[in-house]
């Protein structure tokens, strides 16, 4: 029913915004091992989730197959190029399993529009259809982890450049240091040699053992 299909992309929609949420906390405190926890438990949620919506909306009968490709491009943002292409294999699995399962019925159909259409009733069509969404699978899965790759390179590279300046500035800011030391020790040295030389005009008076004037 369309109740029970918007309360499905509801939970769906709440579980990526919970989730998103949970990501930013735990990157903060930087535990890579609760990060990676995370992104896995919500990548086989989305499946679940994707596939029961898939089935309730008609299987090979309605679009919703479109919904595999968040979790794709997903997977290339948290995993990488590699991630993209095993997530890409296991949506189209997935797609054609049930295209299958439903064709036999080994899973009972639901029909999108209440009456047997020619997508499901011949196989060879209904293959036609899953195979070619599953090639487009991979294809936004190799473009995606490729963007990924660029991105992860392009925040690498930045992130070598913010080292390189905090590294110059540091050495800017020990030259400094040590030009206000010598500064400070040659403003004594200067007031040194200055002292003396205003007491130059002053009398010097030298004494011998005992005490007598032996020069002035």
């Keep these: 029913s369309t109740s029970k299909m918007f309360f499905l992309l509801f939970v769906y929609y709440l ?8 990501l930013k906390k735990i990157e903060k405190n930087n535990d890579v091992k609760s990060l990676s926890i995370i992104a896995y438990l919500q ?22 197959f479109t919904f595999f490709f968040m979790p794709i491009v997903a997977a290339a943002f948290l995993f990488g190029s590699t991630g993209s292409i ?6 189209s699995v997935l797609f054609n399993l049930s295209v299958l399962l439903e064709y036999y019925g080994i899973v009972p159909h639901i029909f999108r529009y209440g009456v047997e259409t020619l997508e499901f ?33 392009r925040e690498k590279m930045v992130m070598e450049k913010t080292n390189e300046l905090f590294k ?22 200067h007031n040194k040699t200055a002292a003396i030389i205003s007491n130059l005009a002053d009398p010097i008076i030298v004494l011998d053992k005992d005490n007598k004037i032996s020069l002035i």
């Design 86 to 91: 095993i997530m890409a294999f296991i949506c």
């Design 43 to 64: 990548m086989i949620l989305e499946l679940i989730i994707i596939m029961i919506i898939m089935h309730n909306a008609g299987g090979i009968e309605s679009i919703s």
């Design 15 to 22: 579980l990526n915004i919970l989730f998103k949420f949970l």
């Design 168 to 189: 110059i500035n540091k050495e800017l800011d020990n030259k400094i240091n040590d030009l206000n030391l010598e500064r400070k020790k040659t403003e004594e040295a």
């Design 121 to 153: 009733a011949n196989i060879d069509i209904a293959l036609t259809k899953s195979i070619t969404v599953s090639i487009f699978y991979f294809v936004v899965g190799f473009y995606g982890g490729y963007g990924s790759k660029l991105l992860f390179n």
